[in-house]
């Protein structure tokens, strides 16, 4: 049985809140141990999850609903996203990123979750809605620097 | 002189005329204007420039609806045609669901004249 | 209440000088895009992107500077990108766009 989530948040799907999750998942981050950079390409990968609900899914509209729930996985170390929605569905072997040889300003997002995160799957909710998983593990680098701290701790 | 003068107070200057100016820079302008106060009665004009020729005046015209009310419905300025064209009317029928065009008179060629058949409605 | 992204433009030299004052996310992109496209209207040679106070881009913010690039190139305008943060770097290098942009040190040397 999947244990509960460490943090759950619900928001509306309005652009103006995501600001407040890239910080939440900044902070859970930091105390897992990942190193600045990854810590902002994990808080852009989940931004940009939240933005193409916004987006596509709920066409922009700004009462929509999208919670994300987040666990601190000790092994292997990192932290395991899922993000749920009950906006429009889409056929999750659809989700696919631009080729970056076409150089266009859009497609990039989905591009941007696969190349940051682990994991990314996209599956679509029974109770309708979507559901996206992603994993990030920390890099050998930043086990390595957590070594003497890093039974039962977040601290870095 | 007195020619010239005259020659010179027929042509509109390029900031003056609004959507009413024929000249892309214009329309500039004027869509500049729509979003800095805000006039959202002006967003079925901005709305027709979608179909410009002028590249820039699509781009421009694009950004601001998206400022003004938070959507693209699926524009991209830089687009073909057809798909542009398919955009447009979403906006088109966004305008008028909003109460912001009357169904019988919106876009009676006020800006540009129809370039293709029209459903009727 | 929506807050609007306040981009600030000057002159430097023959150069237009555009300064977003905060991050170009999706909520902002829009009024960058006005912004650039209030610019390009005016064909200055060089038009400088300053985004020395911009610490977070995402893929809408990405899209317009990739959009205001296409434009630029259009209307005869050489772009050029100053002030970019590791951040922003990072978003850049993900996306493999880092080489289609003209980047230089300072604001100076971009309008020059």
């Given at each position: 049985?999947?244990?509960?989530?460490?943090?759950?948040?619900?928001?509306?799907?309005?652009?103006?809140?995501?600001?407040?999750?890239?910080?939440?998942?900044?902070?859970?981050?930091?105390?897992?141990?990942?190193?600045?950079?990854?810590?902002?390409?994990?808080?852009?990968?989940?931004?940009?999850?939240?933005?193409?609900?916004?987006?596509?899914?709920?066409?922009?509209?700004?009462?929509?609903?999208?919670?994300?729930?987040?666990?601190?996985?000790?092994?292997?170390?990192?932290?395991?996203?899922?993000?749920?929605?009950?906006?429009?569905?889409?056929?999750?072997?659809?989700?696919?990123?631009?080729?970056?040889?076409?150089?266009?300003?859009?497609?990039?997002?989905?591009?941007?979750?696969?190349?940051?995160?682990?994991?990314?799957?996209?599956?679509?909710?029974?109770?309708?809605?979507?559901?996206?998983?992603?994993?990030?593990?920390?890099?050998?680098?930043?086990?390595?620097?957590?070594?003497?701290?890093?039974?039962?701790?977040?601290?870095? | 002189?007195?020619?010239?003068?005259?020659?010179?107070?027929?042509?509109?200057?390029?900031?003056?005329?609004?959507?009413?100016?024929?000249?892309?820079?214009?329309?500039?302008?004027?869509?500049?204007?729509?979003?800095?106060?805000?006039?959202?009665?002006?967003?079925?004009?901005?709305?027709?420039?979608?179909?410009?020729?002028?590249?820039?005046?699509?781009?421009?015209?694009?950004?601001?609806?998206?400022?003004?009310?938070?959507?693209?419905?699926?524009?991209?300025?830089?687009?073909?045609?057809?798909?542009?064209?398919?955009?447009?009317?979403?906006?088109?029928m966004w305008t008028i669901e909003?109460?912001?065009?009357?169904?019988?008179?919106?876009?009676?060629?006020?800006?540009?004249?129809?370039?293709?058949?029209?459903?009727?409605? | 209440?929506?807050?609007?992204?306040?981009?600030?433009?000057?002159?430097?030299?023959?150069?237009?000088?555009?300064?977003?004052?905060?991050?170009?996310?999706?909520?902002?992109?829009?009024?960058?895009?006005t912004a650039v496209a209030a610019?390009?209207?005016?064909?200055?040679?060089?038009?400088?992107?300053?985004?020395?106070?911009?610490?977070?881009?995402d893929s809408s913010g990405i899209?317009?500077?990739?959009?205001?690039?296409?434009?630029?190139?259009?209307?005869?305008?050489?772009?050029?990108?100053?002030?970019?943060?590791?951040?922003?770097?990072?978003?850049?290098?993900?996306?493999?766009?880092?080489?289609?942009?003209?980047?230089?040190?300072?604001?100076?040397?971009?309008?020059?």
């Open positions: 049985m999947t244990p509960e989530p460490d943090i759950s948040i619900r928001i509306f799907s309005e652009p103006q809140l995501l600001a407040g999750v890239r910080a939440l998942v900044e902070v859970v981050g930091t105390g897992m141990g990942f190193a600045e950079k990854n810590r902002c390409l994990m808080s852009l990968a989940i931004d940009e999850a939240l933005s193409n609900i916004i987006r596509h899914g709920y066409d922009s509209r700004r009462d929509g609903l999208i919670w994300i729930h987040i666990w601190r996985v000790n092994e292997p170390r990192g932290l395991r996203f899922v993000i749920e929605d009950l906006a429009r569905t889409v056929d999750p072997a659809k989700i696919k990123g631009r080729h970056l040889d076409d150089i266009r300003p859009g497609g990039l997002g989905v591009h941007i979750i696969k190349e940051t995160m682990n994991e990314a799957e996209w599956e679509i909710r029974k109770d309708g809605g979507m559901r996206l998983t992603m994993s990030k593990r920390l890099s050998d680098e930043e086990r390595q620097s957590l070594e003497p701290n890093a039974r039962g701790t977040t601290n870095p | 002189m007195t020619t010239l003068a005259a020659l010179s107070a027929c042509a509109p200057s390029a900031t003056e005329g609004g959507f009413s100016n024929p000249a892309p820079g214009a329309r500039i302008y004027a869509i500049e204007d729509a979003v800095k106060f805000n006039r959202r009665d002006q967003i079925p004009r901005i709305v027709e420039c979608l179909l410009s020729d002028d590249e820039l005046l699509r781009y421009m015209a694009i950004g601001a609806l998206q400022r003004m009310t938070g959507q693209d419905l699926g524009y991209q300025f830089d687009d073909v045609e057809p798909l542009r064209y398919a955009a447009y009317e979403r906006w088109r909003q109460h912001l065009a009357p169904p019988e008179q919106a876009y009676a060629s006020t800006i540009y004249p129809p370039v293709r058949e029209r459903p009727s409605w | 209440m929506n807050k609007d992204l306040v981009v600030e433009r000057r002159s430097e030299g023959a150069a237009v000088v555009l300064t977003p004052q905060s991050d170009i996310d999706m909520a902002r992109a829009p009024a960058m895009r610019v390009i209207r005016d064909r200055p040679p060089t038009l400088v992107l300053d985004l020395s106070k911009v610490i977070y881009v899209a317009t500077l990739v959009e205001a690039l296409q434009i630029s190139l259009k209307n005869n305008v050489r772009l050029v990108l100053v002030g970019i943060n590791p951040r922003v770097q990072s978003a850049f290098e993900i996306t493999k766009l880092v080489g289609m942009f003209n980047i230089s040190d300072s604001v100076a040397k971009a309008a020059g």
